[in-house]
């Protein structure tokens, strides 16, 4: 009898849903070779999980909670393909649709975040030690609306940013304007 490898990396994500009145959560399982093996649903008011049938997605999910824009959870995921490339695995709660999205160039991605109601991700570029925030428009095209350039950690800066309170956001942010300005 073979023996079953029972390892798997579990992401998630939690959110109440408009449309039906509940709360979701959102599970997405995935086995030691990278392979997404599960997507569930669990609904508080049916008290019940469902699976969600998808394809066969070879990714690695990076992001262990989910982003969650306009009712839409979105997780980081890399490829796993030679070079490597980053994109976005989404699920929507209503339609019950999975589907992954390409990010823009061929850069590494650091975060995935809400922007003005949309999904925004911040990539770097390490030969020039630059780190870019692009945002995702209304037709799933990106956008980049600010590049950062020649500051050493600037994954660092997004990391602590995105933990930040509103209060701390805006001075790094004025941080920033100032550091750009001069």
Known sequence: MKKQNLEHHV??????????????????LTDTSHFVSRVSVYSLHWNSWKTIEHGKLNVRVIQP???????LFYWLIEENSVPSH??????NVQSG?????SLPGSTICRN???FKESVAVSTE?????????WKQDDDCSWIKILTLSGIAGLDNFLDVYTRANLSDKLNMMNWVYTTLRT
């Open 11 to 28: 992401s998630f994500g939690f959110s109440f849903d408009n449309a039906s009145n509940d709360y979701k959560v959102v599970s997405i």
């Open 65 to 71: 909670r989910a982003t969650i824009v306009k009712g």
């Open 112 to 114: 995935v975040f809400e």
């Open 86 to 91: 980053f994109g976005l695995v989404w699920f």
């Open 97 to 101: 649709i999975l589907g992954t999205t």
């Open 125 to 133: 570029c390490t030969y020039d030690q630059s780190i870019s925030i």
